[in-house]
């Protein structure tokens, strides 16, 4: 297969160690493709790139609605490579074909939404407290965006980032994770097909350390826009530090999804399931901390586990599929670890655990949903993200209980109330500290609404019209409509003579 290349100032280029990776299919670990594996001197040619075309107005210097135009069409060309930007996602990360293709449609409403939004910003005029003035307030582009993103949601994440900043004028680099490039270098055909200027719109590939770090510290780089772990993330804030960038960041969560027993038992079981079995847990918001009350927990259990046993796992092609591979042996470790973890630490492993021992599976990073029971918020399998199929159950007895149990984690990313009584829903809601909430459902987003967390779950939110503000600075105009002199300094004073 042709080896795919980085974008780089509107041409398609190799690293210039000439060094490359290859990137593996986790369904049975064959190499889908060969890409360059790029370096900091790449990544300086990119923010060079990107640099010149913001300063020389190349991308600035269109209007707001051509700008929005041309994310439109954008918008467009992903729905017409649908198909084949799923396929790719799937073939790279193993997520069933039916959830890449969702991907995908969500990815053209990102776009399609920011380049509603384009040029819907007039500014503010202030009530100036001066006579003869004229004050108001205008958004202008940053400059130059680093977007770093994470494998889980390879392009989604992307399009996050990418649709507003250039929505609002400024101009990229962005860098994937090194293991899942492939839909983001389709990305950039596209880019290049609806003719963005060159320099707009970079990619370079390339591991964390190298790439990702020259993107945090160069001081042309104006903003970093970041969705990845905690490990990361803190990195990342110390290197921005040098030139004071912005930076926004998404981080991860373990995310509690709190079932009363006055719920719709069904509804809230096949949800619990979705919570966390969806792309084997590998979503920042999964709900892979259940709190259930005491008095429906045994049903409850009975009925997730008899569920869990029936999961389809297998190819992401095949359309009996429910649960593909996890990313990566590294990862599939990890996951590994940590339900070692949960059994040592006493929680009682119910269902799951193993790796699943069907010939066909053999040669992908499969593990089987997995439930443990006897949780509780001491328990390193609570409170850290395995980030894989895994979810810990926890009983509570009360409102007060169940609010205390879901806020005890460092993260606030998301969370979900389970119950008929509205009351009870709205009480529990306004004291969850997380940047999502989800009342009788879970997982919903869309570009019209913000995403992000409190706590360490992340700085700054990603979508709606504060996700394009993310990437704005704001000026303040005064204009004084009839300057005479102030003679503040007297013309007529006499001198007085400095000793
Ligand atoms: N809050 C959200 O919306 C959201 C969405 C998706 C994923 N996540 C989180 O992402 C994590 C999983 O993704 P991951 O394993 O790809 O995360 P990661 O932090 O390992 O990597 C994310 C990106 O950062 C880069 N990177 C790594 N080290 C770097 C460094 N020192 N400097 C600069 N860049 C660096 C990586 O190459 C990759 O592109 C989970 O914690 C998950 O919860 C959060
Ligand atoms: C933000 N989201 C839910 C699309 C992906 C998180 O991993």
Redesign the pocket.
Known sequence: MAMKRMYINGKWVEAKSNEKREIINPFNQEVIETVPRGSREDTKEAIQAARSAFDEGVWGSLTAAERGDLLFQVAQKIKEYKQELAELESLNTGKTLTESLADMDGIAGVFQYYAGLADKDGGLMIESPNPNSVSRVVREPVGVCGL??????PLL?ASWKLAPALAAGNTVVL????ITPLTSIKMCEIFEEVGFPKGVVNLVLG???TV??EL?ENPLVDLIS????G??GR??MKAASGNFKKISM????KNPNIVFADADFDTAVDYALNAVFFHAGQV?SAGARLLVEKKIHDRFVEAIVERTRKINIGSGFNEATEMGPVISAEHLESIEQYIQLGIQEGATLVVGGKRPTAPELQKGYFIEPTIFTNCHTKMRIVQE?S?GPVITVETFETEEEAVRLANDSLYG?AGAVWTNDMNCAERIVKKLRMGTVWINDFHPYFPQAP?G?YKQ??IGRELSHVGLEEYTEIKHIYMNTNPEPMHWFKEENAKVELV
Request: aromatic fraction near 14%; charged fraction near 15%; include cysteine.
């Open positions: 770093i993103a994470p494998w889980n949601y994440q860098k994937p994770a090194e591991p964390g350390s990702g770090s945090a970041f969705t990845g772990g490990e990361a990195h990342i998404e981080l991860g969560g920042c993200e980030f990313l995403w967390g779950s992340g």
